[in-house]
């Protein structure tokens, strides 16, 4: 069926790190893939997305990777800092508007 | 731009009492979502609307929950009757064209 795949559940970095967190999607046609950060308490907020006609996406510290053929994508943060830490959901479309949500990830970056 | 409005923030009411979420959307977004997040069970859709036309409730959990959307700026869940395993967060969401998903504040329901 329709499923989205996240690692990790968990992720703990020092500041100033990379993190990377990991979806793969099972719908060869979703064709639109956005990334949401959660702090606790709050409503997820959309951060970056990417669309299949494209394999990389960038904005400042955050960066979005696609690859299609083999059905992942990836969230790419670089030098880490402590208002970072949240729970990231990757999502993916399925049959048009509908998007699935993978499980989170809680990124907690040490200073 | 208000974004998308949820009420109530909070919610507790007794089992098998009715319980009704509203929401407005973002004025010019043409979809709704309602999503519902546990920690079980992570963000679920229950069901969303086109136009104000439901289109996908695969997500609804049984026949407790309905919702509606009788125009374009307003749109409600109702569970009868509510139950302690539908205590979670119900978040609305809207998108327009460019298809990214704007959640609602959420609320917060708590059945005892």
């Known amino acids: 069926g329709e499923n989205v795949e996240q690692h990790p559940s968990t992720l703990s970095v020092q500041e100033g790190d990379s993190a990377v967190i990991k979806c793969t999607y099972s719908d060869s046609a979703s064709n639109y893939f956005p990334w949401y950060k959660q702090e606790l308490g709050k409503r997820p907020q959309l951060i970056i997305d990417?669309?299949?006609?494209?394999g990389e996406k960038k904005d400042q510290r955050i960066a979005v990777t696609l690859n299609k053929t083999a059905k992942h994508f990836s969230l790419h943060i670089t030098e880490t800092q402590p208002e970072d830490s949240a729970v990231y959901f990757c999502?993916?479309?399925?049959?048009?508007?509908?998007?699935?949500f993978g499980a989170g990830t809680i990124l907690r970056v040490k200073s | 731009d208000a974004g998308v409005i949820q009420s109530p923030r909070h919610e507790v009411t007794e089992m098998g009492q009715e319980v009704t979420l509203r929401c407005k959307p973002i004025?010019?977004?043409?979809?709704l979502f309602w999503y519902r997040q546990t920690m079980m069970r992570g963000l679920e859709l229950l069901i969303y609307f086109n136009n104000n036309v439901p289109i996908d409730d695969s997500g609804m959990p049984e026949d407790r929950f309905s919702a509606k959307m009788p125009n374009a700026s307003f749109s409600t869940l109702k569970i009868q009757p509510s139950e302690p395993r539908d205590s979670a967060v119900y978040f609305c969401a809207s998108s327009g064209d460019r298809r990214s998903l704007h959640f609602g504040n959420g609320t917060r329901l708590t059945v005892t």
């Open positions: 004025s010019g977004h043409n979809s």
């Open positions: 999502a993916a479309s399925i049959g048009g508007n509908k998007l699935v």
């Open positions: 990417i669309r299949s006609n494209v």
